[in-house]
Structure formats: C-alpha cells, structure tokens
C-alpha cells in the first residue's frame, strides 16, 4: 500500500527520466512527451542553461530567509519586469499561491489603498484557479469544491465570453475580473479578442481590476511570452508558474506600479519567497526562452500542429474540433477520451485531457516538425481506429 493520500488518479505508468522531448519509464519504454508535466517543461526535459544554473547556484546558497537582500530575486523579478507590462513581483510556490496573492491585493488595494472596501471577485465558469480555499472557490467548477463547505465569501461566476452576463455580475462591491485567455483545464476554450478588449473597458470604466491568471498561458505557451501580449490589452495583475522555472515549484503574481503601495511590509509573505534556488532557475529559465525565441517557435509549432491536426483527422466523425493559440491545443471529440489517452500512452505518446471528451496537447516551446509529424501520425492513427471500430460496431 502507498504513503500517499490517494489524491491523484495515475496512469499506469512510472517516469524515471526525461532529456528534451522524451521521457523514459522504469521498463526503459521511451515517450514522446505532449504534456510536459502539465506545460511545465516548456523548454523540455533537464536543458542545460536551467541545468547549470541550478548546479552553479546549489554550490553558492539554497535558502536565504527575506529579512535579507536576495540579488537572484531582484534579478528574476527584473527580468520579468523588463520583458512584461508589470512593475512588480511577488514570488511564491505554485499557481494556486499566485492566483491567492492576487486576489488578496485586488482586496486590499481597495480596501486600504482606495479605501472603499470592495471585495468581490467575478471569474468564469469552467475556469481553474487552484486548490486552495479561496481559489477552488474562484474556479469556476463544482467538483473541485465538494466536501469543503464553507467557501470563502466573495466569488461570482459568469460564462465565458458573455459580456452582458459579466456586466450584469458586477456591483458597487465588485474589486476585480479574474479570467483564463485560454480556458486550459476547463477544455481549451478560447476568449474571444473582441471580448478581453471590452472587458478590459468594462473594467476601467467601474474601477475594477483585471486579473489574468496566466499560470498555464504564460512563459510562452501560446506564442507570445505572455497571452495578453496577442489581445492589444495589459492586465493590472497576471500570475504565472507552471512554465516558470523548467520543473522546478515556484510561481509570481506581477502587478502594475499603482498596486504597488497596496503590499505593505508584514501584508503578504512566505517563507520561501523567491529563494536563490527557486528564482535561479526562474532567471535561467526566461533568458533561455529569450535566447531561444520560445514564444515565437511556440507560435509557429502551434500553428503547424493544429493544420496538420486537421489534414489527418479531417472527416473523422468522432473528431469535433481542433482548436488552440499556439502550444495548447485541443482536440474535442464527439465521447469521452479517456481510452484514447490510454492508448496513445501505449503507443509512445504522452498527452492529457482537457475535461472529459477534449485531448490536450502541450509540448515543449522547442518541439520540432519531426516530432510533430510523428505525434500527429500516432493521433491520427489512433482516432481513425475508433472511428473504423464505431462505424463497425453501429
Ligand atoms: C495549474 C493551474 C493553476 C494552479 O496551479 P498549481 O501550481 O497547481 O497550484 C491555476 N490556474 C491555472 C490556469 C492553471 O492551469
């Protein structure tokens, strides 16, 4: 019997290695890795750059409490900054914690820096936020939510896209708009350009801050570093992890300078804040991105792999849609995927699902045409098989 508390549903499968775009299980099986570890490994497996930065650093200093100057962390807060539409940056462990930093500043900066007490927080339905109380609270999906009665105060849902829904949600106590410009867990759904635009009006004209949650969007992901950058907006706060750091746990939640004076000394911390290691490879890991051109070869892969996508599975009946911004893709199909998955996983592919009837794509930013074309001949093959079985069995 396992240690563990049973909190996650594995597939059958133990990863014991990864370099680049493959991953080994412990039987020695290589993969194809289309999910990097849920768009964490953006930048593939163990890459050198993050590597030796993270070995240079274990030699200097782990852990420094922040009662003291870190210059790690003012250089990855710097190089966010710099290459962003924020001012400032507060590191933290994991997207959850961000997306918490951020709620917790819209707070205040209405309550002390504005001093009208506002409150409220507005996001989407099928939206993902985290698991801790306040964002499981904001996702805007029940199941994330059952047994942890009761939820903070504070939190109303509209659906995507729905701009007359979402104006109809806010009230005189209403602090902030918290939205995915792509909805990643909740099926790849994408936020119309014409709506993030309105709503970044809507939200100035009451006053309210716009948050994006760009935990899995951000670091490149969908062909700019950051997902805002393709809507012609810029939010007051946007938060960031999974693809931060190359695999190593950390998250930020970045604001504009006006937010600033809301996070007073002893307001918001932990303890392992931005520690040398975390923000080592965080450094490394941008200045790679950047070296690289990630978000642009991101923009290009995505593009290639959804128009090849739809050549192979093109007539398919149990396809629906194909659909993404740059490397997250979806691939909606008519039933639930959970077979499908299982049998792309036997067949060398690791890809994941996006709710119960969309696969999910999300290879690293350097993906080749190679390994695309080899993903797409195992998808396809795969999917033209249960669409032969069905016609058969019908
Ligand atoms: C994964 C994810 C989170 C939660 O991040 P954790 O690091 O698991 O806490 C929040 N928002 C979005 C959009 C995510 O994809």
Redesign the pocket.
């Given at each position: 019997m396992s240690s563990l508390f049973p909190t996650f549903a594995r597939y059958p499968i133990t990863i014991v290695k990864g370099k680049g775009s493959r991953l080994w299980d412990d039987q020695g099986k290589e993969y194809l890795d289309f999910m990097t570890g849920?768009?964490v490994t953006s930048l593939g497996h163990v890459p050198e750059r993050v590597q030796n930065a993270l070995v240079s650093q274990l030699d200097q200093l782990w852990h420094v409490s922040n009662l003291f100057y870190n210059p790690v962390q003012e250089k990855a807060a710097k190089l966010l900054t710099d290459n962003s539409c924020a001012d400032a940056v507060f590191f933290c462990n994991?997207?959850?914690?961000?997306?918490e930093a951020a709620i917790k500043l819209a707070r205040r900066y209405h309550q002390k820096v504005l001093g009208n007490g506002r409150y409220e927080i507005v996001t989407l339905t099928h939206?993902?936020?985290?698991?801790t109380l306040a964002?499981l609270t904001a996702t805007g999906q029940d199941k994330v939510k059952e047994g942890f009665l009761p939820l903070p105060q504070g939190f109303v849902h509209v659906p995507l896209n729905d701009l007359a829904a979402l104006e109809a949600a806010i009230t005189d106590q209403t602090a902030a708009v918290m939205i995915?410009l792509v909805q990643?867990?909740g099926g790849v759904h994408l936020a119309d350009p014409a709506y993030v635009k309105a709503v970044r009006e809507l939200c100035d004209r009451h006053g309210i801050l716009l948050i994006l949650?760009?935990?899995?969007?951000g670091m490149g992901r969908t062909g700019k570093l950051f997902a805002y950058e393709h809507y012609g907006i810029e939010p007051d706060i946007f938060?960031l992890?999974?693809g931060i750091a190359s695999g190593f746990?950390v998250?930020a939640m970045l604001g504009k300078a006006a937010l600033v004076p809301a996070f007073t000394a002893g307001s918001h911390g932990s303890t392992f804040s931005g520690t040398p290691i975390a923000t080592a490879a965080i450094a490394a890991t941008i200045e790679t991105m950047l070296l690289e051109k990630a978000p642009e070869r991101a923009a290009a892969s995505g593009e290639l792999l959804v128009s090849k996508l739809k050549q192979a599975l093109a007539g398919l009946p149990n396809v629906t849609d194909v659909r993404g911004l740059g490397l997250i893709v979806g691939i909606e199909c008519a039933g639930p995927v959970a077979d499908i998955v299982a049998e792309l996983h036997k067949r060398g592919l690791l890809v994941i699902t996006a709710g119960p009837n969309v696969l999910r794509l999300l290879p690293n930013l350097l993906v080749t045409a190679e390994e695309i074309d080899e993903a797409v001949g195992i998808i396809a093959a795969v999917l033209s098989e249960q669409a032969a079985a069905l016609s058969a069995s019908n």
């Open positions: 849920i768009a994991s997207g959850a914690e961000a997306n939206s993902f936020h985290g698991r964002t995915e990643a867990e949650d760009e935990v899995q969007t938060t992890a999974k746990p998250g």
